[in-house]
């Protein structure tokens, strides 16, 4: 396998399939058995999972509600997303554990770098909730801080499509398809919005390699920890 350690960044939108709010759990299953593929040769998985299904902070703030709660809003979604995950994980026979960094005890261990050594240690996929546990952080900047901490080789975030465009695919017909491109373009390009500037900001301050990819495609994540060229690396 080209990597040893890697961290998988999901949107909170995936998770929800074909429904508008929510897990689906059929797309649980999904996950579970294309993660179990990686697992199964010693590589390390270590996953985000964004709230936007539930709760998008950024957009419920206002009318009274505080960006710090919208986003500590946020947090408990993608935390209620990892639990929901946990379970159809180890439901499945993918052996997991579910950590947060906001305070939940009674849903959760508590995230630390020695506990989540530990877990990944022992060959479970590593369910991390919470994102940074503070407001104005997104799910994605946590995923590349995390991503660092815990001495992952590559985040790949999973996105609609097969990777990154010059320009939306969605509204655009002529929109090409990049296999390569640098960080500092990712951080400069305006029409490039697969990640938030801070997460690729700290990645490139970093020296942190991103692949967005599609993981609809079966055998997609399994090919790619295998080394092979699929979507688009950020580097």
């Known amino acids: 396998m ?5 961290l998988l960044k999901l949107s909170g939108e995936q998770l929800a399939g074909s429904h508008q709010f929510g897990v689906d759990p059929e797309v649980a299953k999904y996950l579970a058995a294309e993660i179990k593929k990686v697992t199964d040769t010693d590589c390390r998985v270590v996953i985000i999972a964004g709230g936007g299904n539930m709760v998008r ?12 709660t919208a ?14 995950l946990n379970d159809i994980f180890e439901s499945q026979g993918l052996q997991s554990r579910c950590v947060s960094n906001i305070y939940a005890t ?10 989540a050594e530990k877990h990944l240690e022992r060959g479970r996929v590593l369910i ?19 991503g660092l901490e815990l001495d992952c080789e590559m985040v790949f975030k999973s996105t609609k499509v097969d990777g990154v465009y010059d320009k939306d695919p969605a509204k655009f017909d002529d929109a090409v398809k990049l296999d390569h491109i ?5 951080i400069e390009n305006p029409s490039i919005k697969v990640m938030d ?31 092979e060229a699929i979507g688009t690396v950020i580097s």
Do not use: C, W
């Not at 902070?57 to 710090?68: D, F, H, P, Q, T």
């Not at 009674?106 to 506990?115: G, T």
């Not at 990645?203 to 967005?212: F, P, R, S």
């Open 182 to 186: 640098t960080l500092q373009q990712a």
């Open 2 to 6: 080209a990597y040893k350690r890697i």
């Open 197 to 227: 500037k801070a997460a690729l900001g700290l990645a490139a301050e970093q020296g942190m390699k991103i692949t967005v990819f599609n993981l609809d495609t079966p055998g997609n994540f399994m090919r790619l920890v295998a080394g």
């Open 71 to 84: 986003d500590q809003m946020g947090m408990l979604s993608g935390l209620m997303n990892a639990m929901a």
């Open 57 to 68: 902070g950024a957009e419920v703030a206002g009318n009274g509600i505080r960006r710090v």
């Open 106 to 115: 009674q849903l959760a261990e508590s995230y630390s770098y020695r506990l």
């Open 128 to 146: 991390i909730a919470g994102g940074s546990g503070r407001p104005y952080v997104t799910h994605d900047t946590a995923a590349v801080m995390l």
